[in-house]
């Protein structure tokens, strides 16, 4: 394998999260609906209907384009692409062929490794999907509801390196599309479909060799799998003196195989010319400053910034910087914290993230607030409470909407480090336990975990445990 190096590019069908289609009213999102319930006669391509554009459509198009550095074009058109197939009503696809929305444009790719892949983009251009067709009993069954959904189309050029490179764009590209509000990216939903071309050369070379292209990978894990097995493939075909054919491969999710498909259209089969039925796509400069004003730091940057400003390791702001709620929400708390921001990471990471995952909400849904979070670690920090009612009191306050104060004085929650309280309670335990006393003094020191447990279950969770800890050492001791 060293002596080879993959060349990949991946073409990306991205599916817009707007409440309507691209060019009707009707609802773009059907994916529980019953087939053919969301379809009008401009979708459903009726003689005599004319398309509107969604302006939406165009401001996810602009940001995604912005996101990637592309230049914007103030004027763009919309072309047919010409095929006949049961799922296309019209009988072409509206999409954007030779001026489109955005030109040029790069992606800056952080790999596992460290280092950065720069991914180019050759393409970005707004267009409606098709339908769906299915067999059933010997019937072929047409639903047009998803005609018409608004799709950017993504193509990189031919920069990835390998299987993993390829996984890790996705990654990052689904991300940013969340973090950007233009797509739910749910590639289980179809939201993201991923074609690959694949060749490979001799390390050193330069020019490209016969590429592949391999469809209907529904997941990051196929993607991997898929341009893994390919690589492998051509290598093998290489060595043995083969010749690479230019093959559209079909991705078998359940056999985990590539399959040879039918060979496809050339460009020149579609006949594009210019939608005569929509007028040029302009972009008011007006609009664009509306459309881009609000423009987020994106992820990527976000993280630089996180281990810039804040000292955190790659790890956490990887983590906190993984959605954009959930880096709002880490933002605002160590804003509001007075200590070590990884306090704050550390917390997040651990008890915030998992307080998300058990009631399947984002950082943003939240009734804990971030300055909440940061309240109760100062009160473990000041020793008001201990750490595990601090960690308890995350549930509290979002159950509850009371502040951690409020709650710590209503339930009486504050820690017992007052040392003749302890005494007490240990003296209590010591008195009890006269087996374990013995065991001890003979020599089981493992024992005083035994003893701080106990006194811990008596203080009802509340007592200092290092307090706890240095008293009941000391009166086993004497
Ligand atoms: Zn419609
Ligand atoms: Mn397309």
Known sequence: MTQYEAIIGLETHIQLNTQTKIFCGCKADSWDDAPNTNICPVCSGLPGSLP??????????????????????????????????????????????DKSIATGGHMDVPMPDGSTRRVGIHKLHMEEDAGKTR????????????????????????????????????????????????SEADMEKAHLRTDANVSIRVRGETHLNTKTE?????????????????????????????????????????????????SKETEADY????????????????????????????????????????????????????ERSLSDYFEAAAAAYAGD??????????????LLNERGLEAGQLKLRPEQLAEIIQLVDANTINTPTGKSLLEKVQDSGHSPQEIVAAEGLSQVSDSGALRELAEKIIASSPDNVEKYRAGKDSLIGWFVGQLMRESQGKADPNAARAILEELLKG
Do not use: H
């Open 271 to 322: 006949r594009y010319f210019k939608d005569p039925d929509l007028l040029a796509v302009r972009l008011e400069p007006a609009w664009l400053e509306g459309v881009l004003a609000d423009f987020p730091e994106l992820p990527l940057a976000r993280r630089a910034r996180f281990i810039e400003q804040y000292g955190l390791p790659e790890y956490d702001a990887n983590i906190l910087t993984s």
């Open 214 to 262: 391999i469809k209907n990978v529904n997941s990051i894990e196929s993607l991997r799998a898929a341009v893994e097995k390919e690589i492998a493939r051509q290598i093998q075909a290489y060595e043995a003196g083969e010749r690479i054919e230019a093959w559209t491969l079909d991705w078998d999710e359940n056999a985990q195989t590539l399959r040879k498909m039918r």
């Open 135 to 182: 067999n059933e009993k010997g019937r072929r069954l047409i639903d047009f509801n998803r005609c018409g959904v608004p799709l950017i189309e993504m193509v990189t050029g031919p920069d990835l390196r390998s299987a993993d490179e390829a996984a890790e764009y996705l990654i990052r590209l689904r991300q940013l599309l969340r973090w950007l509000d233009i």
């Open 341 to 354: 921001v990884k306090r704050v990471s550390n917390w997040m990471m651990n008890d915030v993230l998992k």
């Open 52 to 97: 509107v554009p969604n302006a939406a459509v165009v401001a996810k198009a602009v940001r995604l384009a912005k996101a990637m550095q592309a230049d914007i074009q103030a004027e763009s058109y919309f072309d047919r692409k010409n095929y006949f197939y049961p799922d296309l009503p019209k009988g072409y696809q509206i999409t954007q062929y």
